[in-house]
Structure formats: structure tokens, C-alpha cells
């Protein structure tokens, strides 16, 4: 069975690819706008040892999700939506993949995807939808990987991933100078996972 | 680091364990009344090569919980009850694990573990609580399994099981009579598992 993943090059999606290994195929498949390249993640598939694609996003979704998250002075409808957008997409790659997964974790406020997203995902495009860390909590995340990946971890700014969040801070500043970027994103650690321990 | 995993020697409990068993030492635990013997757990256990355990849960809410289905006339907020409970049994038995686990799926209305009942059993009793198949529709779970695991299926009355469901149904049938069995819980499939493919 083949899954595509989600895929940044952080933490989370790098261990819900570890939880899904024994039973699937796994692609990581890096989602994005053409805005940065998708190389950090690449890089880091190469080094775990997966098989490594893009999926194309909608630049007019990326567009209203920045214009959302300037009007509201935080991210998290805009990267809800985004997200959204980026599992359809995976999906509806129909053929190539018998399941679609993301990285998406209990404790996380977003992104999130609710059961009747996640079942409405199957019925439409016709795959498993896949989130192996929606019942672990941030403790044994944080735990796991410990044990089994070597990460690196910094402030947004410092850490080169290739995931739509980077994308859509770099068409923040576009549109609306540098200065909305730290208005609408607080102060973040990103992690990018370096390969396996 | 050591897991506890909530074991009924069912398909949904093994998968969880299989999932985990990569990043955590898993114990198979088996939470009982002390109405039915654990041997058919105690056997899977065994076949799959994993350590297994009893706990025991208290009396008393096995009796409410009868009494709750039988008024109620189906299962749900027994079972709910019972689950709750045997959850925090094997998160009081602390120092012996990291973490505790279990089966609950994301298409199952019982039992579930919802995120504030998740997080106040990891502040209560400093353990971490992993439901691994939390993200993971019934659909790939059949896949899941029919990749790794030999099962034997069939109705409730016949497939050996050591859970607190078959304890459950006991109580009610010496309680209320074998008929009340029929009437709370309607037609059920349920399913042992073998061994690994």
C-alpha cells in the first residue's frame, strides 16, 4: 500500500512518516506554492531514506489565506484553510497513493482536521486519510523523537524548512512589508529534523 | 520507555501495539472484573511476542455500569464508563509505565477518549496517553491489519475474547438474564486475534 505524507522537514510530519513506515509505503510530499524551493525537505527525506515529491498548491488560496491572516492579526484560519487545501490536493492525486497522511497532533489548535473533514476526504477523492499523531499528545511526540531523530531546532527565521508556512510569511512580507509578518506570527520555534538517530 | 496498552487480544488493540511497538517497550494489558479469565489475551499476547499483564478493575463500576445499560438499553455509556476507568487503573499503576495506550479508533462513537479526558489522565497521574489509531479511519485499520495480522472473526458468543465487554455481558445475563444480553447489545462482530503474518 502506498501513502503520500504531508511533508516539511519538522518533527511531526518526519515521526508520523516513522508510525506509518511498517505498514505503508510512504512518499513525503512536499506541498507548495512555488514560492521557496522545496530542498530542506528533500534533503532531510534523503538522509530518513523515503522517496521525495512536490504537489502543487492553488496560488489564489494561498493569496486569501494571507489577506485572512493580515485582516485577523493571527494565523490560524488562514493555515486551517491551507492545509485543507494542501490534504485535497494530496488526495486528489487519485491512483498514486492509497492514503494520504499529515502531521497533525492532539494538542495541536491548527492546523487540525475533524473527523467529518477526514471522512469527507475518503469520500470524495476515494483514499485513507491518515493522521497517526491525532491521539498523542506533545510530551510523548517530544519523547519519540528523541529517540529516533536527530533535530534541529531555532526560531522561524533560522531554520530553512520548505513548507507552505514558509511560503506564506515570504508572501506576507510582499504584500504587506516585513513588519506584518511578526505582527501576525509570535514568536515561533520551528524544528528540522537532520535524519535518524 | 515502557507502554501499557489496554489489551482485548482484538484486531484494534494489537494494531495499536504494533504501531507502538517501534518506540516504546509495550506491555499488553488486560483490565479485568475478575468474572473471565485472561488466558485468551494472556495467548495473543504470547503468539505476537509481546509481555502481557492484568489489572484489576473495581466491582463497583462494573455494577453501575450494568445497571446503567440495562437502563439505558444499549451499551454506550456503560462501556464509555468502564473504559474511562480501566484508562486510569493502568495510569495509577505508576512507575511501571511511561505511557499508557489503547485501541479507541477514530470512527468508533465508544469508547472514546476525548482530548480533555486525555490530558487530565496525563496530569493526574504523570503518565503520557498514546491512542495511536485516534487518526486512522476504520478503512486503513482493515488494511492495517489484514497486512500484519492473523484474526479470526465472528459473532460475540463465539470468539474467546478477555475484555471487559465479555465480563460486561456476563454480569448483565447473571443480573437481568441471558435475554437482557440480547436486548443491550444488538448483533456484534468481534474479532481475536492469532498471531502475525
Chains 1, 2 share one sequence.
Not at 92 to 118: L, N, W, Y
Amino acid at each position: 500500500m502506498r501513502a503520500g505524507l504531508l511533508y516539511s522537514a519538522g518533527k511531526d510530519s518526519t515521526l508520523a512518516a516513522l508510525l506509518l513506515e511498517d505498514f505503508y509505503d510512504v512518499t513525503l510530499v512536499t506541498a507548495s506554492f512555488g514560492v521557496v524551493d522545496p530542498d530542506p525537505a528533500r534533503e532531510a527525506a534523503d538522509a530518513l531514506g523515503f522517496a521525495h515529491e512536490t504537489v502543487d498548491l492553488d496560488p489564489d488560496v494561498a493569496g486569501t489565506a494571507v489577506e485572512r491572516m493580515h485582516d485577523d492579526g493571527y494565523p490560524r484560519n488562514g493555515i486551517q484553510r491551507v492545509h485543507e487545501h494542501a490534504v485535497e490536493r494530496l488526495a486528489s492525486a487519485r491512483g498514486e497513493f492509497d492514503a494520504v497522511a499529515d502531521g497533525t497532533r492532539r494538542d495541536d489548535r491548527v492546523p487540525t482536521i475533524d473527523r467529518p473533514f477526514a471522512r469527507s476526504v475518503e469520500d470524495r477523492f476515494g483514499v485513507d486519510y491518515l493522521a497517526p499523531l491525532a491521539g498523542i499528545g506533545r510530551g510523548a511526540i517530544d519523547e519519540m523523537v528523541a529517540e529516533k531523530l536527530v533535530v534541529e531546532t531555532g526560531p522561524s527565521e533560522a531554520i530553512a524548512k520548505a513548507d507552505y508556512e514558509v511560503e506564506l510569511r515570504a508572501l506576507l512580507a510582499e504584500a504587506h512589508g516585513a513588519g506584518a509578518v511578526g505582527d501576525v506570527f509570535p514568536d515561533h520555534t520551528q524544528s528540522r529534523v537532520r535524519g535518524r538517530r
